[in-house]
């Protein structure tokens, strides 16, 4: 969050925005047409998130990708040097944000990206330039990775396509990291109600969610239930009759925070219960990827420093 920063069953980050270049068709389907050409014949094939399966032949060398936590991934699984270009929000690792830009996730410029030569393009599955790329010759795998267990199996999908044996072992240290990161919690700063806020729609990020499921770990009670989506939009006064206990919000979202209607009263604003994280430490938050450790020993500082304490869990005062 859209950054890539989701009130469907399967909502999509609602922080992705940018416009498509369609222009120089002719020129981009005859390029196209001799990538096509020079690609060697299939070996494997590999399911996205569609349900496609997407032919990989040998492990690509010239990788495009259009989703922050793709890259990251990619980069995770030590083949950052074979991405040839990302998206306006990929930041992270500096390896990959001094890369090409080839404009937004939803809306990539279809010429930059041909213009780089790929033999694979990494998107999510919400960008509305698969087809055109598709249709261009370009091999997409698109992926959606919404929870925890997403992302377990698209680290062991990237692993097969770049012939990485390690997804496994690098996802088991990220799910570690969760681990030792809820075990640093005192009992005490258990138990509080949560409103996480990826984006100033509001977009919230429920139990669903990869966020949500790291705070049930620590120990949070999520104020958005599981049925209302992943990374639901929501009526403000929604998140007002919830009262949660403690706000966690990006800077970028958080300015006029307690002048929303109603907002001033909520018990979080009132006992000054909020954490306000910079936009580089929302980038880490709300990245389903290889820093979610981190992410998670970020969100339990905050719950150490603004949970309310409770009586009988550990709080002798």
């Known amino acids: 969050m859209k950054r890539q920063r989701h009130a469907s069953k399967r909502a999509k980050a609602p922080w992705i925005t940018t416009a498509v270049a369609t222009a120089t068709a002719k020129p981009l389907a005859a390029l196209a047409f001799a990538l096509a050409l020079a690609a060697p014949a299939s070996a494997a094939g590999i399911v996205d998130d569609r349900g496609r399966t997407v032919?990989?032949?040998a492990p690509p060398q010239r990788i495009v990708s259009i989703l922050p936590s793709l890259a990251e991934m990619v980069c995770r699984l030590d083949r950052c040097e074979r991405l040839v270009g990302v998206d306006r929000y990929t930041d992270w690792p500096a390896q990959a944000a001094r890369l090409p830009r080839v404009g937004g996730g939803i809306d990539p410029n279809i010429e930059a990206i041909v213009a780089l030569r790929p033999d694979?393009?990494?998107a999510g599955t919400s960008s509305r330039g698969i087809d055109r790329l598709e249709s261009l010759g370009?091999?997409?795998?698109?992926?959606?990775?919404?929870t925890h267990a997403d992302v377990e199996r698209i680290l062991g999908a990237l692993g097969v396509v770049l012939g990485r044996d390690d997804a496994q072992r690098i996802w088991r240290e990220i799910d570690d990291g969760v681990s030792a990161a809820a075990r640093s919690l005192p009992p005490e700063a258990r138990g509080a109600r949560v409103y996480f806020e990826v984006n100033a729609g509001p977009y919230g990020a429920s139990e669903a969610s990869f966020i949500g499921e790291t705070l049930a770990r620590l120990g949070a009670?999520?104020?958005l239930p599981?049925?209302?989506?992943a990374f639901p939009k929501l009526n403000p006064e929604y998140v007002v009759r919830a009262d949660p206990e403690v706000i966690i919000i990006g800077q970028r979202s958080a300015e006029g925070l307690a002048q929303r209607p109603g907002w001033s009263g909520m018990r979080?604003?009132?006992e000054g219960r909020v954490c306000l994280?910079?936009?580089h430490e929302s980038d880490v938050l709300v990245r389903p990827g290889?820093?979610?450790?981190?992410?998670?020993?970020?969100?339990?500082?905050?719950?150490?420093?603004?949970?309310?304490?409770r009586r009988g869990e550990g709080d002798s005062r």
């Open 226 to 229: 599981a049925r209302l989506g």
């Open 55 to 57: 032919e990989i032949a």
């Open 290 to 309: 290889p820093r979610m450790a981190e992410a998670a020993r970020m969100m339990a500082e905050c719950l150490r420093q603004k949970a309310p304490r």
């Open 138 to 146: 370009i091999r997409v795998l698109a992926f959606d990775p919404n």
């Open 120 to 122: 694979l393009v990494l």
């Open 277 to 279: 994280f910079l936009a």
């Open 268 to 270: 979080a604003i009132r």
């Open 221 to 223: 009670r999520n104020i």
